[in-house]
Each structure stands twice: as C-alpha cells, then as structure tokens.
C-alpha cells in the first residue's frame, strides 16, 4: 500500500507563490505510484480536482487552475510537486495529495484514487 504525505502549505497574499511537495512510500515501483495527483477542498464545498501527472510526465489541470499552476514529479525521488503561482483567494482550501496505480482517462473521480494524504492548508489572502 501506497503512503503519500504532503508539505509546503500557508499563508499567502493573492497573487503570490507557494509550491507544495507530495513524498510517496511503499508500494513496489521503484519509481513510486504511476499516478499522482492533487484535490483541495474548501469549506462548504465539495472536493475538487486540481492537478494529476503520470510516470512518464502526462498532466493534467482542472479548467480553474490552468495557466497558474504547475504539477511535476521527480520519479526517482517518488514525489510530486504543485508549483502554484497566482494565487487567488478562491484557492484558499486544504490540498490533499493522491496515488493510484492505474491512470483513469477522469482523474477528476476521487474514487479512482487509491491513496490520499492529510491534507495541507493553503490560505490566500485578498
């Protein structure tokens, strides 16, 4: 089984920059899970999809966040990045990260994902 543990939440003012990591462990692919990905949640609102990249470095974004924020993985080191620029206050959520080991053409499915992290609270201020 897979474990994933996020970092690199805060305090921001719009319109700056944060970068959160996602380290994964276990599992048996040397290179870590051939999914990884990104949801958020805000309060009062239902989980959203944000960002998902594969092993050989398919991405992909929700509509919401095209254009600021950047999802990458380094596979050796088993961990995924979110490079999020332009922050807006309507980002403000708690970040979990997500592993699966089989790749759905809707990543946005929640259920589709096999592990999730804590979670990470990004707070964007206006």
């Known amino acids: 089984q897979v474990q994933v543990k996020e970092s690199g939440g805060g305090l921001v003012q719009a319109g700056g920059s944060l970068r959160l990591s996602c380290a994964a462990s276990?599992?048996?692919?040397?290179?870590?899970?051939?999914?990884m990905g990104w949801f958020r949640q805000a309060p009062g609102k239902e989980r959203e999809f944000v960002a998902a990249?594969?092993?050989?470095?398919?991405?992909d974004y929700a509509d919401s966040v095209k254009g600021r924020f950047t999802i990458s993985r380094v596979n050796p080191e088993k961990t995924a990045y979110l490079q999020m620029d332009g922050l807006k206050p309507d980002d403000t959520a708690v970040y979990y990260c997500v592993a699966a080991d089989v790749y759905s053409a809707a990543p946005y499915n929640a259920k589709l994902w096999d592990s999730w992290g804590q979670g990470t609270q990004v707070t964007v201020s206006s």
């Open positions: 276990g599992g048996t692919d040397s290179f870590g899970p051939y999914a």
């Open positions: 990249v594969t092993w050989n470095k398919r991405t």
